[in-house]
């Protein structure tokens, strides 16, 4: 009897251990199965808001591009004639004495051609300002023209950011000038021809010299406005409605950078070297052409 007893007891035991054990791993089956999904949920989020491999790396590298090709040649024009407008109207006002309606182009001070510059280029911030927005938000999410457009549905989205803009545009864009005047000026008194023309090559490095410097200057504006613009994008498709990835003004977003960075400024010169490698060759081909054409007009009209 106490053998029998002793015998049920054992397999009583063995039953609820086997019970147990069988509970324990149907709830570790379920655990991983819940991870599981979660992690293709996310893993899914992801992708719908990252460029994918193959097919459409080619078109991501391109993303953005259509609003640029459309606008880059007015808005540059524009630029270049209240440029030169404001210079030409700024030199007959202090020199009314002056015959040469030309005379401005190598004698009016540098000062006149940086407030011309800074003023001509943040007038057209109106319009390069909501430009970049869109651009932005192409680049980073893979959209068209048309679909970024559609997410920027309001005043206030297309020009978040206009002021951090118009200032890094201005003052970019008065440094730009101003360095190539400088330098333009400095390179015909040294070859002793003061008021002549220079050479092309030597117009072709005063622009990638100037145009190296003025990205250098303001390239850490240029990375807190881009991550204000990539703030704009709708909610709906960020990865995570946490407070991370809540809009946040612009000293806010300055003090985020700087800890993500380790307490360093790293954040603020990511791609440094790609954008003033470009910055050389673009200014290098952009403003000689302008001297030759405006040359060339000025000639005609003589």
Request: proline letters at 3%; aromatic letters at 8%.
């Amino acid at each position: 009897s106490s053998s029998s007893s002793s015998s049920s007891s054992g397999s009583t035991s063995i039953s609820s251990s086997s019970s147990s054990s069988h509970k324990h791993n149907h709830r570790a089956r379920n655990n991983m199965s819940t991870l599981t999904s979660t992690m293709k949920e996310k893993a899914g989020q992801s992708s719908t808001l990252l460029p994918r491999a193959g097919s459409r790396s080619l078109r991501a590298l391109y993303a953005g591009i259509s609003g640029p090709l459309l606008t880059v040649g007015m808005t540059q024009a524009l630029m270049f004639s209240m440029y030169d407008t404001s210079r030409r109207c700024i030199y007959r006002f202090q020199n009314q004495q002056s015959d040469d309606d030309n005379d401005y182009l190598n004698k009016d001070p540098l000062v006149n051609v940086f407030w011309s510059a800074t003023m001509s280029c943040t007038a057209m911030s109106v319009v390069t300002g909501p430009m970049q927005v869109i651009k932005t938000k192409q680049q980073i999410m893979v959209w068209s023209f048309k679909r970024a457009v559609r997410d920027t549905s309001s005043i206030r989205k297309l020009f978040v950011g206009y002021r951090l803009h118009a200032f890094c545009s201005g003052l970019g864009r008065g440094v730009y000038m101003t360095t190539y005047e400088y330098l333009k000026r400095y390179l015909s008194k040294q070859s002793h021809n003061d008021g002549k023309p220079i050479t092309l090559t030597q117009r072709a490095l005063c622009a990638a010299t100037s145009g190296t410097l003025c990205w250098a200057l303001i390239f850490p504006v240029d990375v807190i406005r881009s991550r204000i613009y990539a703030q704009s994008i709708s909610s709906s498709h960020r990865q995570n409605n946490n407070k991370h990835n809540q809009p946040q003004g612009i000293w806010n977003l300055v003090k985020t950078m700087y800890r993500q960075g380790g307490n360093s400024l790293a954040p603020f010169y990511r791609g440094f070297w790609v954008t003033v490698a470009r910055a050389g060759p673009v200014a290098a081909a952009v403003l000689p052409i302008y001297d030759l054409t405006l040359e060339s007009l000025q000639l005609r009209q003589q």
